[in-house]
């Protein structure tokens, strides 16, 4: 399951640990040792779930997670708090913060690697499915084919990469910044307009026939999958 996985955590061991097996298993991640920059990177880049802990040199984790949870645009990822505090109380006031699961330090690997999967799955399907549609519009991640109506469309590479990315975050709005970190990958510099020539043919091509724009232009903001 592709997704992108926010660490906060100050323990080094811990986040090389992570870093190296969700790596492994196909995941983008990111992480900080700061509360205050983790949230500033957050609300840029947000993530699919993430993973924090409670004790940070900072801000808390359970300060973290209050304003995740009370921001519009956060609330609806999926935390795992990670901690020490092994307290049936501690649990309770985590989950009253609005943590979604909670995992006990020392912890294996596999474990939080189900409850990240199972977490995910649950807030992203869309994220696990071979197949994903948005309005008429289809696509075949197993075989890599796009459809609009019953016709198949051909797609370049980074076009199909980019309506894979539109169709997972359906009718949110992604600057051209967030959209080249997020399909062309942070370590790639390109220029930003780049973003404008590819949204252009994937225009082109999934618009045939005067059939409705399924891709909105925000004046100054981005780009949208949306009617």
Same mark, same amino acid.
């Given at each position: ?27 983008? %991640? ?16 947000? =993530? ?7 004790? @940070? ?24 708090? !990670? ?13 009253? $913060? ?8 020392? %912890?294996?690997?596999? /474990? !939080? +690697? ?7 799955? *649950?807030?992203? =399907?869309?994220? &696990? ?11 075949? *991640?197993? $075989?890599? *084919? ?10 370049? =590479?980074?076009?199909?990469? @980019? !309506?894979?990315?539109?169709?997972? &975050? ?10 080249? &970190?997020?399909?062309?990958? /942070? ?8 973003? #404008?020539?590819?949204?252009?043919? !994937?225009?082109?091509?999934? &618009? ?5 724009? @399924?891709?909105?232009?925000? *004046?100054?903001?981005?780009? +949208?999958? #949306?009617?």
């Amino acid at each position: 399951m592709p997704g992108f996985i926010y660490l906060v955590e100050d323990e080094r061991s811990i986040i090389t640990l992570l870093k190296y097996n969700l790596e492994k298993e196909g995941y983008k %991640f990111e992480f900080s040792d700061s509360g205050e920059e983790a949230l500033k990177s957050i609300r840029k880049k947000v =993530p699919d779930l993430v993973l924090l802990d409670w004790m @940070l040199p900072d801000l808390s984790g359970i300060d973290i997670c209050k304003q995740i949870k009370k921001d519009n645009r956060l609330k609806s990822i999926p935390v795992i708090m !990670l901690t020490a505090k092994g307290e049936e109380h501690d649990k309770i006031r985590g989950f009253e $913060t609005g943590a979604d699961d909670y995992v006990t330090k020392p %912890f294996s690997h596999k /474990e !939080l +690697s189900l409850r990240i999967f199972s977490l995910l799955k *649950r807030s992203k =399907p869309q994220l &696990n499915e071979e197949t994903a549609t948005f309005k008429d519009l289809k696509i075949d *991640r197993k $075989t890599r *084919r796009v459809f609009r109506d019953t016709k198949e469309i051909k797609l370049g =590479p980074t076009e199909y990469k @980019l !309506l894979d990315f539109f169709i997972k &975050n359906p009718t949110r709005v992604y600057s051209r910044e967030q959209l080249l &970190n997020q399909v062309w990958g /942070e370590q790639i510099h390109v220029e930003s307009r780049t973003v #404008d020539v590819h949204i252009r043919r !994937l225009r082109k091509v999934i &618009n045939f026939d005067g059939r409705p724009d @399924l891709i909105r232009t925000v *004046r100054s903001a981005g780009y +949208s999958l #949306d009617s």
